[in-house]
């Protein structure tokens, strides 16, 4: 069964750092796109950043764009979402979701949609205050 478990959320005061974890198991996760969403109540879901399976490619939305770093550690099975510089607009749900196999298109069109992943983690709430 695959299950993606995300940890890490929670407060933050703006300005601050926080780095979000995604556990992943029931596949073979070193062939496989990973990415972050997230959602805030009213809004679609947005990508924050998505990672390919071979870890050289990254891709990451303008909102968090130079304030983001995904990385995953095969080894592990694990991805990771690294922010700074938080910012209230920064509140939202934070997803893992898994993306294709290779090879992959390698676009930001292609990770920026959520259809083209799943399954997904239940979530991990972020709420930035200022």
């Known amino acids: 069964q695959v299950q993606l478990v995300e940890s890490g959320g929670g407060l933050a005061q703006a300005g601050a750092s926080l780095r979000l974890s995604c556990s992943a198991s029931g596949f073979t996760f070193r062939d496989y796109d990973m990415a972050w969403f997230r959602q805030a109540p009213g809004k679609d879901r947005e990508l924050v950043a998505a990672?390919?399976?071979?870890?050289?490619?990254?891709f990451y939305g303008d909102s968090v764009k130079g304030r983001a770093v995904i990385s995953r550690d095969n080894a592990e099975s694990m991805v990771h979402l690294q922010m700074r510089s938080l910012e209230p607009e920064d509140t939202a749900v934070y997803l893992c979701a898994r993306g294709g196999t290779k090879p992959t298109h390698y676009t930001y069109t292609y990770y920026s949609r959520p259809e083209n992943f799943g399954p997904w983690g239940q979530g991990t709430q972020v709420t930035v205050s200022s």
């Open positions: 990672i390919a399976w071979g870890g050289g490619r990254t």
